[in-house]
Structure formats: C-alpha cells, structure tokens
C-alpha cells in the first residue's frame, strides 16, 4: 500500500463559488497553502462573529482545490482520500464528480477515487466545507484542520481500520493476542492469499509470529493468534507499547502492509475497587479538554498536542476526557505514548439541540456510521478506556431518552466489548428516574459532588464517577482584593485566588477533593478543563435559558476562564493547587505576586499550596509561622448552590494575612521537620529587559516541528515584572516562520498572527515552526525602552 502524506499545495478561497468542484474552474488566484489548516484562527476577532465560539469567523463557505497526478502504473488499484476531519459539512469532488459527504467535522473518513481517477493526468480534487454558526458551544475551529491521504492499493489489501488488536488472556508468564484482520478484494480473481503477522517490541524485537492462508472470495475477516512470552504491560508508569505489522501475499509477492500499534493491559472497573489497571487501583485524576490549541487554533500539530499533555501530566494529570466530540489521531498516539488513560466522547447531543445548528441536525442519518467509525478507528489505542456516547443530553429529561442511550450503548458493544460505555449526565435525578442511567455500563455525573454516596445507595448495581467537575474560573496573575463573591468584575478577569466569580454550577476544587475523598467507591474526576479554551467565556459574555442566542454581553472577553492553566500553556495558581492534590514530588506554591503599590501597610492574603505536611511563611525573612496541612483550615467564599452559601473550610490550602512591605515572600516545606520544597516571590523594580525561554532549542526540520518560547518581562535582578503589559515585537530569521503569538488574556483581539505582543501578567508566547531545511532559527524581542534578547533554536 502507498499512504502518502496529501497536506502539501492545497489551492484555498472563501466565499460562495459557483461550479467551484469543476475541473475547468479557474484556481489561478486561489491562495496556496498546506494542510492542516483553520481560517478562523486568521481572525479578525469580531463581536458580530458571537463570543461563544471565540468571536473569530467560524462559519461561512470555503473552498479548497488540489491537483495532483497518479502514474500510470497504478492503473488497476484502488485509490481513495483519507481526511482525519474537515470542519464542517464536507462535500468532495473528484474530476468535477460527486465522491461523498460527511457533515460532522469531529470525524474522520475515507472516500473511494478508483472511478474518477485519471491515471497518469492531471486530477482535481474540490472540498467544500459550510460550518454554521452556533454549530458548537466553544470554538470549532473551521477548515481541512486535520490530517488527509492519498492511499493508493492492490486489489487485495487491508482497509481503512482493518485490525483490532485484543488480548483475551494475560499473564506475567505469557499474553495472548488476537489480531482480527480483514481483508478487502477489489476485483482480484487470486486465492493464492496468505497473512502473515509479526509483532515487535519497544526494541524492534520480533517476538511472535504467525503465518495464515487466507480463503478469500471478496472479502474476509481472519482471526490471528499469536503469542508474547514474559509480556511487557502498557502502564500508566510504564507506557510499554508494541507493533504488529500485518503483511499480505499473493502468489508469494507482497501486496500490501498494515501496522498496528497495541499496547498489552488489563483494565477492570469495580464497584468497591474503582478502576484497575493491570490489577492495581488507580485513581482517575483526569481533565476534560477540548480540541484547540489555544493561539495555534484548531489545525492538528503533533507538538502543540504534546506539550499541552506533557504540561497536563506534571500537575498531575493521568486521564483524558475529549469533550465533546472524537479526537484527532494524534491525541490518542501521545497518550498512548505518555501513559495518559482517554475516555473517547462521541456526541455533545442526540436528537435535542442545544443549539441552533448542533449535531441533532444530523443524528438519525449519521450517529451510527459516525460512532462505529470512532470506535473502529480508536480501539487499538492501549489507552482508550471508556467510550462516551454523550455530555449532558436533553434527553435526560425525556421518559423515552433510554432508547437512544441503549441504542448507542448497544452499537458500542458491537463494535467493542472490551471497554464500558459513559454518559456525562447533569440533570440529577432525570437521568436515574427516566432510565438513561440504567442503559450505560459507568455514570459520569457532572457537577453533583455531595451525591456521590447517594446515587452509589440507591443503585448498588451501578459504578459513579465525577465526568465534569468545579468548573472553577480565574485569570493568571489577576488579583482582587478583598476577596469577595462577585458575579462579575469591572476588569472582565477571575481573581486567581479560586475563589470568587464563576457559574451557578460551579465550586472550587476543594469541594470535589473532599467529595473524592469521602466517597472512595467514586473512579475519581474529570476537571473542567486542563486548559482555558477559546469560547465560551463564562463568567462573562452572558448565556440566555435556550442556549441559542449570542454570548456578547461583556465583549471583549472571547474565551474560556476554567483552565488550570491559561490559553498559551502558562499554568495559573490553580495549576499548583492540582498538583498538590495528584502529586507525590514535594513541591510547595505560594501566591499571589508582591508588587502592590499603594498598599504599604495593607493586609494581603498569602495562599500556600503544598503536598507536603508544614509549611512556614517569611516575609522579607520575618517568619509568619508554620501551618499544618490537613489541621490548620482556610475559609473560602463558597456560592456553590448545594453548599450553605457564606463560607467553606478546606484543608487545602494554607494561608496568611501579612502587612504589605515591599521586598519578598517565601514559603517553605517540610516532612518530618526536613525542608523539601521552597518558593520565593521578590518585588520586582522597574521593568528592564525581555528574556526568551524555549521549551526546545533543537527541533525538526520537517516544516511543523514547533519551538513554544516564553517572553517575560522583567527587572535589572531577573525578577518578573508582574503587572508589565509591554508590547513585545518579534524577528524571526533563518529555517524558521511564526506559528502564533499569544499571551493568555481571555479579553485581548490582537491577532495570534503577527510578530508582536502585548505581555499579560508580566508574560506572553511566541511559537515557531520549522522549515523543511536544516539550520538555525534567530529570534529577536524587543520592547521600547527595555534591554532587547536573541536566541537561537537549532532545525535538524
């Protein structure tokens, strides 16, 4: 099999064109560009475009062309295109023909050319996309944005997702694998048709082997057994993973090959034991995500991917929940590499809408063939362990909704009957009183922590998780004083103390750590979300009962505040908080900055945020005293409307209240009376300089690498200047081009597209990409007034 990367010299145009598929149609001044690739990203932010989905234009007609040529040799062979997801409603045309149509952007699918080629002319493939607005309840992003290939076949050959990987028996000793194959006859007349299976471990090791003759009319499926000695176990510790190629003969000449990548575990769930990975008990402390990359937009990088999870793993992190919709390819091979479990979300809704133009428009055509694709194209993946068939459906509310969630359950264990199915459901008790519940293997509840215990009592039968929960808002480096419940703040930012301003359904962390804890038969939580997110700029932006109507009533804020961690990947306060919970390396946190001019004198809050057992606090090397963690509490303004409303004591976080002075605070960890984590904050003097930090210095010259560098604005001493808003200007020269720019302020409309940019809390990104030549990359900041820096990334 051929499988060529199709993302280079793609023609594009937006706007309405007529016979825009014909072969004739004059591209001429179409611009060029290469896949993946989002417009709405290029912006301009517009109030007319809806705060909901990021105020960019997601919506509207577009158009790409691509010519192409396939030799003459492959005349005989299959041809199809292969796109990983197309937002929204494509429509492809081959030759001027009609070749198929996928209206849900989330999924991937491949369409048969063999017809319409012209071997060894000129093609033309057309794509017509038309996402409409209020598609999504976040940004959807809108373009060709994930991957596409040319796959090019034998007669005889192993289709599009054509194995699935399972092993039925697992010891130390020895692992038992099932390869179901299947193999596609596309005209041959040969019955000469051997498989022959190979898997190969981490080192590139053959450890088995096996070798079937195939009786093959049309098409078959085959069952390949095979056997690992001293298997090594896929963990979320231990992310061990294997290979199995998969090669086809006819008349003992090699016609096609297919890999498989698979990893050998065990997963359990059990009412009293939780989740069992390999046996062992491990709770789920998990975020939901959705599927853009911040300043970088929609369009699939493998880096940006990444590094969001690298960033989410070292808080803690070792679930993923992808709200709400299927992922992209490359989510799954870094967690599957990261040892990051998934659970892999279908729908947002079903039949009902919740909003004007959401997937209901397409249910009862496409829901079957969208979600056996999903499943056929993940189950492979070691770290897939749930299958979510929807996030909080209005079917909750119907005495009939049970149809649909067995109907879906049930294509589910169709297709795969080695993971459960879930549901995120919000409306307790409609979910349980109308049966929805009863027709799901697990219950995902979202926002309802002190019923954990109830639900587990009135349903002995059935195992509970916490699928969405806190909801929790701020902005990074933001501070209000005092620290009060607000609805909303004149700045349009969330203090980053974590407690004040957010949704009706929303409560800080602290209510979920303490539910988790009280209730340990629940599999654990899934934040909402890892990372802030563009759209849906709760608190602010403004939300009517229908969930129709627009979500402009505090513009400029154009997306999310939930994030532990901001749009560009900088963590905010509350990153540390997570990380205190979930990890077992001492560390110790402490907030907020210490510049306050004008308040000499004044009381500050200090928050400490620790995993270890003592924490002291000095100020400008004054002790202010140790605090226990677990017995001396902190109050916390708590609005969450199943909690008296007024305060919450949590043994969360430590805290303070000191005389503001100029000069520095810093915190101090200790177990068992031995200092293991420290952390200063120092006032910072005038702002002097810009310093650049690279996640890399060294990446790929294959013209996506990514280098994410950190600009900060700080002092003649290094200290960072934390209320600096300097706008910074970038040159970039050598083998490398600007990706995106941001700085992480839910309420700024610069474009993440030109070299500059306004430093927020002190800090902004500036992401490069790699050209396909090896070299250097020179990158300048500079900021008027202020001591310039170079730096040199290395492209291989």
Same mark, same amino acid.
């Given at each position: 099999?051929?499988?060529?990367?199709?993302?280079?010299?793609?023609?594009?145009?937006?706007?309405?064109?007529?016979?825009?598929?014909?072969?004739?149609?004059?591209?001429?001044?179409?611009?060029?560009?290469?896949?993946?690739?989002?417009?709405?990203?290029?912006?301009?932010?517009?109030?007319?475009?809806?705060?909901?989905?990021?105020?960019?234009?997601?919506?509207?007609?577009?158009?790409?062309?691509?010519?192409?040529?396939?030799?003459?040799?492959?005349?005989?062979?299959?041809?199809?295109?292969?796109?990983?997801?197309?937002?929204?409603?494509?429509?492809?045309?081959?030759?001027?023909?009609?070749? #198929?149509?996928?209206?849900?952007?989330?999924?991937?699918?491949?369409?048969?050319?063999?017809?319409?080629?012209?071997?060894?002319?000129?093609?033309?493939?057309?794509?017509?996309?038309?996402?409409?607005?209020?598609?999504?309840?976040?940004?959807?992003?809108?373009?060709?944005?994930?991957?596409?290939?040319?796959?090019?076949?034998?007669?005889?050959?192993?289709?599009?997702?054509?194995?699935?990987?399972?092993?039925?028996?697992?010891?130390?000793?020895?692992? /038992?694998?099932?390869?179901?194959?299947?193999?596609?006859?596309?005209?041959?007349?040969?019955?000469?048709?051997?498989?022959?299976?190979?898997?190969?471990?981490?080192?590139?090791?053959?450890?088995? @082997?096996?070798?079937?003759?195939?009786?093959?009319?049309?098409?078959?499926?085959?069952?390949?057994?095979?056997?690992?000695?001293?298997?090594?176990?896929?963990?979320?510790?231990?992310?061990?993973?294997?290979?199995?190629?998969?090669?086809?003969?006819?008349?003992?000449?090699?016609?096609?090959?297919?890999?498989?990548?698979?990893?050998?575990?065990?997963?359990?769930?059990?009412?009293?034991?939780?989740?069992?990975?390999?046996?062992?008990?491990?709770?789920?402390?998990?975020?939901?995500?959705?599927?853009?990359?911040?300043?970088? #937009?929609?369009?699939?990088?493998?880096?940006?991917?990444?590094?969001?999870?690298?960033?989410?793993?070292?808080?803690?992190?070792?679930?993923?929940?992808?709200?709400?919709?299927?992922?992209? %390819?490359?989510?799954?091979?870094?967690?599957?590499?990261?040892?990051?479990?998934?659970?892999?979300?279908?729908?947002?809704?079903?039949?009902?809408?919740?909003?004007?133009?959401?997937?209901?428009?397409?249910?009862?055509?496409?829901?079957?063939?969208?979600?056996?694709?999903?499943?056929?194209?993940?189950?492979?993946?070691?770290?897939?362990?749930?299958?979510?068939?929807?996030?909080?459906?209005?079917?909750?509310?119907?005495?009939?909704?049970?149809?649909?969630?067995?109907?879906?359950?049930?294509?589910?264990?169709?297709?795969?009957? /080695?993971?459960?199915?879930?549901?995120?459901?919000?409306?307790?008790?409609? %979910?349980?009183?109308?049966?929805?519940?009863?027709?799901?293997?697990?219950?995902?509840?979202?926002?309802?922590?002190?019923?954990?215990?109830?639900?587990?009592?009135?349903?002995?039968?059935?195992?509970?998780?916490?699928?969405?929960?806190?909801?929790?808002?701020?902005?990074?480096?933001?501070?209000?004083? %005092?620290?009060?419940?607000?609805?909303?703040? @004149?700045?349009?930012?969330?203090?980053?103390?974590?407690?004040?301003?957010? %949704?009706?359904?929303?409560?800080?962390?602290?209510?979920?750590?303490?539910?988790?804890?009280?209730?340990?038969?629940?599999?654990?939580?899934?934040?909402?979300?890892?990372?802030?997110?563009?759209?849906?700029?709760?608190?602010? #932006?403004?939300?009517?009962?229908?969930?129709?109507?627009?979500?402009?009533?505090?513009?400029?804020?154009?997306?999310?505040?939930?994030?532990?961690?901001?749009?560009?990947?900088?963590?905010?306060?509350?990153?540390?908080?997570?990380?205190?919970?979930?990890?077992?390396?001492?560390?110790?946190?402490?907030?907020?900055?210490?510049?306050?001019?004008?308040?000499?004198?004044?009381?500050?809050?200090?928050?400490?945020?620790?995993?270890?057992?003592?924490?002291?606090?000095?100020?400008?090397?004054?002790?202010?005293?140790?605090?226990?963690?677990?017995?001396?509490?902190?109050?916390?303004?708590?609005?969450?409307?199943?909690?008296?409303?007024?305060?919450?004591?949590?043994?969360?976080?430590?805290?303070?209240?000191?005389?503001?002075?100029?000069?520095?605070?810093?915190?101090?960890?200790?177990?068992?009376?031995?200092?293991?984590?420290?952390?200063?904050?120092?006032?910072?003097?005038?702002?002097?300089?810009? /310093?650049?930090?690279?996640?890399?210095?060294?990446?790929?010259?294959?013209?996506?690498?990514?280098?994410?560098?950190?600009?900060?604005?700080?002092?003649?001493?290094?200290?960072?200047?934390?209320?600096?808003?300097?706008?910074?200007?970038?040159?970039?020269?050598?083998?490398?081009?600007?990706?995106?720019?941001?700085?992480?302020?839910?309420?700024?409309?610069?474009?993440?597209?030109?070299?500059?940019?306004?430093?927020?809390?002190?800090?902004?990104?500036?992401?490069?990409?790699?050209?396909?030549?090896?070299?250097?990359?020179?990158?300048?900041?500079?900021?008027?007034?202020?001591?310039?820096?170079?730096?040199?990334?290395?492209?291989?």
């Amino acid at each position: 099999m051929s499988d060529q990367n199709f993302n280079k010299d793609w023609l594009f145009q937006r706007g309405e064109i007529k016979r825009g598929e014909s072969i004739v149609f004059d591209d001429s001044n179409w611009r060029n560009l290469n896949l993946p690739h989002d417009w709405a990203i290029e912006g301009p932010f517009d109030k007319k475009y809806n705060a909901r989905t990021g105020g960019l234009p997601v919506h509207g007609e577009a158009w790409y062309r691509k010519h192409f040529v396939v030799s003459k040799e492959n005349k005989g062979k299959k041809v199809s295109i292969e796109f990983d997801g197309a937002m929204s409603n494509a429509k492809v045309w081959l030759n001027g023909e009609f070749v #198929g149509e996928r209206p849900y952007g989330y999924i991937g699918f491949e369409l048969d050319l063999t017809k319409q080629i012209k071997f060894g002319e000129d093609n033309v493939i057309a794509v017509q996309l038309n996402p409409e607005d209020l598609s999504a309840r976040w940004y959807p992003g809108a373009g060709i944005y994930r991957n596409v290939r040319l796959k090019i076949n034998n007669s005889i050959h192993i289709p599009q997702y054509g194995t699935f990987v399972t092993t039925p028996k697992i010891t130390k000793e020895k692992a /038992t694998i099932n390869i179901e194959t299947k193999l596609e006859n596309y005209g041959s007349s040969a019955s000469d048709v051997v498989l022959k299976t190979i898997v190969k471990n981490k080192e590139g090791n053959v450890v088995a @082997e096996n070798t079937l003759k195939v009786n093959l009319n049309k098409n078959s499926t085959d069952n390949v057994e095979l056997t690992v000695e001293n298997p090594e176990f896929w963990d979320i510790s231990n992310p061990i993973l294997y290979e199995a190629t998969t090669s086809v003969f006819v008349n003992d000449v090699l016609v096609d090959e297919y890999a498989t990548e698979f990893g050998i575990r065990t997963i359990e769930f059990d009412r009293k034991k939780g989740f069992l990975l390999n046996g062992n008990a491990v709770e789920l402390n998990g975020v939901c995500m959705h599927h853009d990359q911040g300043p970088l #937009g929609s369009a699939i990088n493998y880096r940006a991917k990444e590094r969001q999870m690298q960033i989410m793993q070292s808080m803690g992190v070792n679930a993923l929940r992808t709200s709400h919709n299927p992922p992209s %390819p490359e989510i799954l091979q870094i967690c599957d590499k990261l040892g990051i479990v998934v659970i892999v979300e279908a729908f947002d809704e079903w039949k009902i809408g919740k909003v004007k133009n959401g997937y209901n428009k397409f249910f009862d055509k496409w829901h079957e063939t969208d979600l056996r694709d999903m499943i056929k194209r993940d189950r492979n993946h070691p770290s897939v362990i749930m299958w979510s068939i929807g996030n909080e459906i209005l079917e909750q509310g119907k005495k009939d909704g049970w149809k649909v969630a067995k109907m879906l359950n049930d294509i589910c264990h169709d297709e795969d009957n /080695t993971r459960p199915t879930t549901v995120g459901f919000n409306y307790y008790p409609a %979910p349980f009183d109308n049966k929805l519940a009863q027709f799901v293997d697990i219950v995902g509840m979202n926002y309802w922590p002190e019923n954990y215990k109830e639900i587990l009592e009135n349903n002995p039968d059935m195992i509970v998780y916490g699928s969405e929960t806190s909801s929790q808002t701020s902005s990074r480096g933001v501070y209000h004083l %005092p620290i009060e419940f607000k609805e909303k703040h @004149e700045t349009n930012h969330v203090s980053s103390y974590d407690v004040t301003v957010g %949704p009706p359904w929303a409560y800080a962390p602290d209510i979920e750590f303490d539910a988790q804890a009280k209730e340990s038969r629940s599999l654990g939580e899934f934040l909402w979300t890892g990372f802030d997110y563009l759209g849906e700029p709760t608190p602010y #932006g403004g939300r009517d009962n229908s969930s129709h109507g627009y979500w402009n009533d505090d513009w400029p804020s154009r997306s999310s505040y939930f994030g532990p961690v901001d749009l560009s990947g900088f963590p905010k306060d509350r990153f540390y908080l997570y990380q205190s919970q979930w990890t077992k390396e001492p560390m110790v946190h402490v907030l907020p900055h210490w510049n306050w001019e004008g308040k000499e004198g004044d009381k500050i809050p200090v928050f400490a945020y620790t995993n270890a057992e003592v924490v002291e606090l000095f100020v400008n090397g004054k002790s202010y005293g140790k605090k226990v963690k677990g017995k001396d509490l902190t109050k916390i303004p708590s609005e969450y409307h199943e909690f008296e409303k007024g305060m919450y004591k949590t043994k969360y976080r430590l805290s303070w209240k000191v005389p503001y002075q100029p000069g520095s605070i810093k915190v101090v960890a200790y177990n068992g009376g031995k200092e293991v984590a420290t952390k200063e904050i120092k006032t910072a003097s005038k702002s002097a300089k810009v /310093t650049l930090v690279a996640d890399r210095t060294e990446i790929d010259a294959d013209g996506s690498d990514l280098s994410f560098i950190t600009v900060k604005i700080e002092d003649k001493d290094g200290n960072l200047s934390p209320m600096a808003k300097n706008l910074i200007k970038f040159k970039i020269e050598g083998e490398g081009t600007l990706a995106a720019v941001g700085n992480g302020d839910p309420t700024s409309l610069a474009s993440f597209q030109i070299p500059e940019r306004k430093a927020f809390s002190g800090k902004c990104l500036l992401v490069v990409k790699s050209t396909e030549k090896s070299g250097e990359i020179k990158i300048t900041a500079s900021s008027e007034g202020l001591e310039s820096q170079v730096i040199i990334v290395k492209t291989n």
